[in-house]
């Protein structure tokens, strides 16, 4: 009988739908909307909302989306992030390394209750949020608070200036454009958040400086070849800017004729990234005048993403394993 590894590492994405239908993403959404530290709005509030309006309205029209990159195997982002935890396995032979999702399957509360009950104890936790905020590292950790009775915990809260990571990301960036050529301008996009959430201290924009500045410079780009921008905005009030559907508007405008596109904030590719960028920005871009839009691919299951990520559990850990 094979032995129980005495650690685990558990690396832990966003979530995705089960599958590209109005149902499955009306479940998937209901429970990530549903979220408190995600959707700041008091409940009796929201959830009719949540429930009555947005669910119905965005399920069919997300669906399609979620089809138009729909891999044989599932959800980019499941494929993706499986794929990664895999390659980390091969770095971590004594580890058990499982992937884990906070909305959706397989969840990160059921991971941790299995281990629990197959004796493993301790257990290295790994949000695939470079850069910490309140709404994604935080509640990743409201579930491991819940679930770890009887775990001894390590918790990795930000990994935004690690420098393996860092090495993994510019180094990317660069072999993508030896191969594919350099283009005109690179803007960095990251995931947005309302600003409110920023007035009240979430650290997440200095962080998303912190890893960009680093990048910047060991690409050894000069001012004005790059932009650091924010996407994704959900709802009425006003989100972290400059917004990338604007600045690529207005990069259209001054006639630049090529954009290069990376998300560093994004561990694996998904719906974010292989929809909202490359498909819905690079046709807002041509059709504001400008030419290409090129998206750089996050670092998904490449060998150097895996070496760095290993590296961190090891650290966070105390192993030397």
């Not at 008091?42 to 009555?52: D, I, K």
């Amino acid at each position: 009988m094979p032995q129980t590894p005495s650690i685990a590492l558990l690396v832990v994405n966003l979530g995705t739908p089960e599958a590209p239908t109005a149902a499955a993403v009306r479940r998937y959404l209901g429970e990530f909307l549903g979220d408190r530290r995600v959707v700041q709005i008091p409940p009796l509030l929201w959830q009719p909302l949540l429930r009555g309006v947005i669910l119905p309205l965005r399920g069919p029209r997300a669906a399609e989306k979620y089809a138009s990159i729909w891999l044989p195997d599932g959800s980019p982002l499941a494929v993706y992030t499986r794929r990664l935890a895999e390659a980390m396995q091969a770095r971590l032979p004594a580890w058990r390394v499982l992937d884990a999702m906070r909305y959706g399957r397989p969840a990160l509360a059921g991971r941790l209750r299995a281990l629990r009950a197959e004796g493993v104890r301790r257990v290295v936790v790994l949000p695939l949020y470079p850069q910490y905020s309140t709404t994604t590292t935080e509640s990743v950790r409201d579930v491991v608070v819940q679930e770890a009775s009887g775990l001894d915990v390590h918790f990795i809260e930000d990994y935004s200036v690690d420098p393996g990571w860092l090495a993994a990301v510019a180094g990317a960036i660069r072999q993508w454009r030896a191969e594919h050529g350099t283009g005109g301008h690179l803007l960095f996009s990251y995931h947005g958040l309302p600003q409110r959430v920023a007035r009240n201290g979430d650290p997440y924009p200095q962080r998303c400086e912190a890893s960009t500045c680093a990048i910047v410079q060991a690409l050894g780009l000069r001012d004005g070849e790059w932009t650091l921008t924010y996407q994704s905005r959900f709802g009425r009030e006003r989100w972290l800017e400059p917004a990338t559907d604007a600045t690529l508007r207005a990069l259209a405008a001054r006639g630049v004729r090529r954009v290069d596109v990376v998300c560093p904030g994004f561990a694996v590719d998904c719906l974010e990234t292989l929809e909202e960028i490359a498909m819905q920005n690079a046709e807002a871009f041509h059709a504001a005048g400008g030419g290409e839009l090129r998206y750089i691919p996050c670092l998904n299951a490449a060998p150097a993403h895996a070496e760095a990520l290993a590296a961190l559990a090891r650290r966070a850990a105390g192993d030397g394993a």
